[in-house]
């Protein structure tokens, strides 16, 4: 073995190691690149009433964009001007917020799977020689809307999981491993462990964990298992399989009834997002653009189709808010009934019993949205980064320095 040259300055070599992981973005995210956002991902254009819908409602909307490998939060003060915030993180999916514990949690789907969870700046923890001019009311809430989500934990998870979906089944965060054809428990120790499969899986030889056969993507949270539901690509397990070019798709797409493990709605096509709302199961039938609902026949209706692939729902109220994608050229094949070239990046506000669509946000430059969720403004203004210009550095150096969760004076 060939002994390293020792530099002629190691000063140099010393002072490079001294300036790395300085920006809280690369530390909060674990990800060293997480300083170079690109400024155009984060511009977007609005129709409608949309900042005005957002400060009527109280609401501010987080939205993952996974190849963007961002976390975007959406909201209005109670004057509706715009509050756009971010935080990068690499490739983000699923979303569950318990408001019970003032949690949101957000899985990351790259190699290992990572589950961060966020909590809302409550307070900030006394620093000598802070006279107050940093941006207090931001960060802690004190502006009237919650303090800034910031992380406070994170989970490694075997990238074998493919973790897609999140959310709470009778309290418990569960998560939708399509790498498993399995629905997970993830335990706050950081086990996992199977707990739901559809009745397609099982063979002779036992249940086929071991690769992905059905793109099981996302969780319909009932009171428990048996009354949730689970939205996958296919039925039945074949030779072709999620992934491959020829993979079958149209019309093959279904919903899996959690009591009978069978499916309880077909005709989908590369459907996301199942949700409960109002008795029924919703689901964006992503390969055609559409959001709707299941009857008990199991036929799916559309109730309002969009420009885009669609993934990511949420209901507030009477309001469905939907995310819409383009398609990666190479998976045009997955969305039979787009128009693949005008389809578009962004989130429409649309009326749950008329389709209407009131009012929407779209990212130019913009490509995949996965989840959509909701929170009180009350609770949380937004994330730690603005998007347009970024606070000062020496403001979120303060901020992730002394930030308090559970309640100034608390330890």
């Known amino acids: 073995m060939t002994a390293a040259a020792v530099p002629d300055d190691p000063q140099t070599l010393w002072a490079g190691h001294h300036a790395e992981w300085r920006d809280p973005a690369q530390v909060v995210s674990q990800w060293r690149e997480a300083d170079r956002t690109d400024p155009a991902l984060l511009r977007h254009t609005v129709r409608g009433d949309w900042w005005g819908l957002l400060a009527e409602r109280g609401i501010t909307l987080l939205v993952t964009r996974e190849y963007e490998h961002l976390v975007m939060a959406l909201g209005a003060d109670a004057g509706g001007r715009p509050h756009v915030s971010f935080l990068p993180l690499p490739h983000p999916s699923g979303a569950a917020v318990d408001r019970a514990r003032g949690v949101v949690h957000v899985a990351s789907t790259r190699n290992p799977n990572q589950v961060y969870d966020l909590m809302p700046v409550r307070g900030r923890a006394p620093r000598a020689g802070d006279r107050g001019e940093t941006g ?63 009745r397609a ?16 993507n996302s969780i319909a949270a009932g009171a428990g298992l048996d009354r949730s539901f689970f939205s996958a690509s296919a039925e039945a397990m074949s030779a072709r399989r999620p992934g491959h070019r020829n993979f079958p798709v149209d019309r093959r797409g279904v919903v899996f009834s959690g009591a009978t493990r069978e499916p309880a709605v077909r005709g989908l096509t590369r459907p996301h997002s199942a949700r409960l709302y109002n008795g029924a199961v919703w689901v964006d039938n992503s390969g055609y653009g559409e959001v709707g609902a299941g009857d008990a026949d199991g036929r799916f209706t559309p109730v309002a189709r969009l420009p885009g692939w669609t993934r990511g729902l949420c209901f507030h109220g009477d309001l469905a808010f939907v995310g819409t994608s383009r398609v990666i050229p190479r998976f045009r094949q997955y969305a039979p009934g787009l128009d693949v070239d005008k ?17 929407s946000l779209r990212w130019p430059a913009g490509n995949q949205i996965f989840a959509v969720e909701w929170l009180p403004r009350a609770w949380t203004a937004g994330l730690p980064f603005r998007a347009g210009a970024r606070r000062a550095a020496a403001q979120e150096r303060r901020l992730f320095s002394a930030f308090d969760c559970f309640g100034k004076g608390k330890q």
Request: with cysteine; charged share 20%; net charge negative.
């Open 136 to 198: 207090e009311a931001d960060d802690a809430g004190a502006d009237g809307g919650g303090g800034v989500l910031v992380p406070v934990r994170s989970r490694f998870l075997p990238g074998c999981l493919y973790l897609h979906d999140l959310a709470l089944i009778g309290g418990a965060l569960h998560g939708s491993a399509a790498g498993q054809n399995a629905v997970v428990r993830l335990h706050d120790d950081g086990r996992h462990e199977r707990v739901w499969w559809p």
């Open 201 to 216: 899986i099982e063979t002779d030889a036992g249940p086929v964990f071991g690769r992905n056969h059905l793109q099981l």
């Open 343 to 359: 389809s578009v990046c962004g989130v429409h506000a649309v009326d749950a019993a008329s389709g209407r669509v009131l009012a």
